[in-house]
């Protein structure tokens, strides 16, 4: 395998104190798509200037760009599996696609560092953009999501482990060093939640709440997040790379889901096993707890692609 070209750098470390994510529609793609691009390909500079030397702050921005962006920016050549997200639905379960054709992660040890980038990156983009999500999250405790439990426990953990499930090889070699991502947006409904008593709270996950241990297979229940979330194919367990972070405020919280992967086929197999669309008729109980209000797909290309994007 040939060494990928530099990835973005927000993509593989593990998450840090603060996020702020962005997605953004553009409004004319036809006028504006190439000054937008031109401006977020100066971002990977403009981070390395705000935090230099040893990155003590951590400071660290991906971009994303939807499908229909791609296609503005560059026609008749996207990464091969990019393309907008189907929603789904059964049982009551909803997975909405909300779309969106940028997407800014900004992540920093330094809660006013990360939101001074994304406020003064989306000043420069003025009125190109429209708003569809702007979240503010943050890392809790020792991970753990607002539900209590530790979050992304099945996360890869080496960085060479997490860069091999995120980062696009050379199956793709033209976009190899990028990553496909996939963001949805949960609201959870807390109050319903800790009506539950600890023991069914960890049948609703699926681990142990205190250490993340995962229940023995003759007590998980098949309807847990653990199992729903699982994905095996021929015996080899796919992963994505999630770097999710609790948001909120005291009237509306949950989980802002965001997975950086070498496919969207992982996610997407992923969530149809927990809204219940896979065939085995099985969802995930999760979501009787916490609900989807977003959805979309992203390709965050490789620094040298971003550039080149920003160039044309």
Known sequence: MSPRPEPQIGIVPEPAHAAQFLVLRVRDRGRDARAVAAILAELPARVAELD?????????VTIGYGPEMWDALSPGRRPAGLRPFR?????????????GDVLLHVTSALRDLTFDVALETRTRLGDRVDVVEDVAAFRRKDARDLTGFIDGTENPKAPDERAEWALVGDDDAAFAGGSYVFTQR???DLAKWTQLTVPAQEDVIGRRKPDSEELPD??????????RSNLEVDGEELKIVRQSLPYGTTSEHGLFFIAYCR??????????RMVGTSGDGISDRLLDFSHAVSGAHFFAPSLPVLRALGSR
């Open 87 to 99: 929603a789904l639905e059964s049982g009551g379960r909803r997975a909405p696609s909300t779309g």
């Open 263 to 272: 496919t969207p086929d992982i996610p997407e197999q992923m969530l149809a």
């Open 52 to 60: 230099p030397g040893d990155r003590p702050a951590k400071l660290a």
């Open 186 to 188: 949960y609201v959870h």
């Open 218 to 227: 003759e007590l998980k229940p098949e309807t847990s997040h653990a199992a």
